[in-house]
């Protein structure tokens, strides 16, 4: 067997290797066509050295294409794949110009049909804020931890994210706490379910039953009111002695309008923390009451007022719509 062949594709210090077989997964594309051309300058739109395929693109985004490349499902763009200087809309609208201008067409059609799922929430869409995608660092004895906003935004109104939505990306907070236990928070924030307690994160200084204790004595000085209702719920569970594996709640999301009558419609977990975002830094978007509000199985988490400004002072600013956010009831 003749050994494999690959080509490199360099995007500035970076170099991507592909197989033949990944470049031909997307028919007719740019990339494919440079390494397969026979005349030496190939495409005056690229620049060759040394053999490699020298690109000017971002170097996350790349990896996304490479990904994409290699079969991988790639959309939407997890949040580490956000470049620093991008919001995750301008991310994916750049994603989307980087497949369009390498002739990347089934990655194309993937971003366009991603973008079409959100189109209800899309048509509110304003000027999108400037929100920069920021990681945090927590220091518990001698074990760093890194979150993002968005899983610290998991528990709403938690103490951790409290303290970090009033300081700029990359500060470091100590916290005194077990940094055994602190995983099983760290695991909470990250969606997965942290309970029972395995066994190597006990601290060899306490009992299992201490530690189920001690994580909720944590849970509740952080605020995170879902992990402590789940060890609350383990324990009852222990007590009545059924242990029982606590699911882990997939949350779901509806945008509700109102104008003649309430309308529901379901939205996707990125449409709603895309509209809670919009709607709050959009100027005629004003706050307001949620009652009246009945939709069984979910809770109303923020409500507004859409106003229409009119030019002429004498006449009073007119209530167009109001708009409200839900979340299911765990």
Not at 170 to 186: A, E, I, R, S
Not at 243 to 263: G, H, M, S
Request: hydrophobic residues 35%; glycine residues 4%.
């Amino acid at each position: 067997m003749p050994p494999q062949m690959f080509y490199t594709v360099r995007i500035g210090l970076q170099n991507f290797q592909f197989t033949k077989e990944q470049l031909d997964s997307e028919p007719g594309n740019s990339i494919a066509a440079f390494f397969q051309s026979a005349s030496p300058n190939r495409n005056a739109s690229y620049t060759e050295v040394n053999g490699l395929l020298v690109l000017e693109k971002d170097l996350q985004l790349f990896r996304i294409i490479q990904a994409h490349l290699r079969g991988y499902k790639v959309i939407p763009i997890h949040s580490e794949l956000v470049p620093d200087h991008m919001t995750k809309g301008d991310a994916l609208e750049n994603l989307l110009r980087d497949a369009r201008s390498l002739g990347l067409r089934r990655l194309e059609q993937e971003i366009l049909q991603y973008n079409a799922s959100l189109s209800h929430a899309m048509q509110f869409r304003q000027p999108e804020p400037v929100v920069r995608t920021k990681k945090y660092r927590l220091a518990v004895e001698e074990t760093e931890f890194k979150f993002t906003k968005d899983q610290l935004d998991t528990e709403p109104g938690n103490a951790l994210s409290e303290y970090f939505s009033q300081l700029e990306s990359g500060t470091y907070l100590h916290l005194q706490k077990d940094p055994l236990l602190f995983k099983l928070v760290q695991s909470h924030l990250r969606g997965y379910e942290a309970l029972p307690i395995p066994d190597t994160l006990v601290p060899d200084y306490m009992t299992k039953e201490s530690a189920l204790e001690n994580l909720l004595r944590d849970a509740r000085s952080l605020g995170l009111r879902r992990l402590e209702q789940r060890v609350m719920d383990y324990q009852i569970s222990l007590m009545r002695g059924t242990q029982v594996k606590l699911p882990i709640v997939q949350k779901k999301y509806k945008l509700a309008t109102y104008q003649d009558r309430w309308n529901f419609m379901d939205i996707q977990e990125e449409g709603f923390k895309m509209l809670l975002t919009r709607f709050a830094n959009t100027p005629n978007y004003q706050p307001r009451a949620s009652q009246n509000i009945q939709c069984p199985g979910y809770a109303v988490v923020m409500c507004w007022r859409d106003f229409e400004v009119k030019p002429v002072p004498q006449r009073a600013s007119e209530i167009v719509s109001v708009i409200a956010l839900l979340e299911s009831i765990d």
